[in-house]
């Protein structure tokens, strides 16, 4: 009996091992190499900052969702519904300056954006996947990244 107790912790411990190495594998995997505004971004899905956030920590990220108001804080959701349902888990916070806050809430209050800023996994609030601490561009989906138009947001790294 001893030994079918041994051999079952092996397979399990066995089982995890291969989880977490196919975790990092998938993780190294994605590519960060999409030019916006001159800088490199990891254009990727809420879904893979969802599953890797430690893995984007500190790297400028380009993400799509919607932009609502969660308790008085400017957030990207997945999308609508995930925003009408309260799912945290699938939300970032904009964690950016007044000025910025007020110029991406103005145009595009509710509705759905791009996004290219400094994601932080240590900013996680409540449920929250972690925030964005700066925000370089904001667009409509619809615009190619390399067009200004008055409705683009572009903002000096330095800033």
Known sequence: MKNMGFLILL????????????????ASSIKCNTVVEKAMVCDISMSKLTAHPEYFNGRLVQIF??????NGQL???????YFQYQVQ????????????????SSKWFHQYIRIVGKFSADSQNDERI????????AY???LRPDV??????????DE
């Open 11 to 26: 397979v399990l411990t066995t089982n995890l091992s291969l989880a977490s190495d196919a975790k990092v594998e998938q």
């Open 65 to 70: 969702g919607y932009l609502a108001i969660d």
């Open 75 to 81: 957030v990207l959701y997945t999308n609508k519904l």
């Open 89 to 104: 888990t699938e939300s970032v916070l904009l964690d950016i300056s007044y000025k910025q806050k007020k110029f991406i």
């Open 130 to 137: 972690g925030a964005l601490v700066t925000v370089r561009t």
């Open 140 to 142: 409509a989906p619809g």
């Open 148 to 157: 200004k138009e008055d409705h683009m947001l572009v903002i000096d790294p």
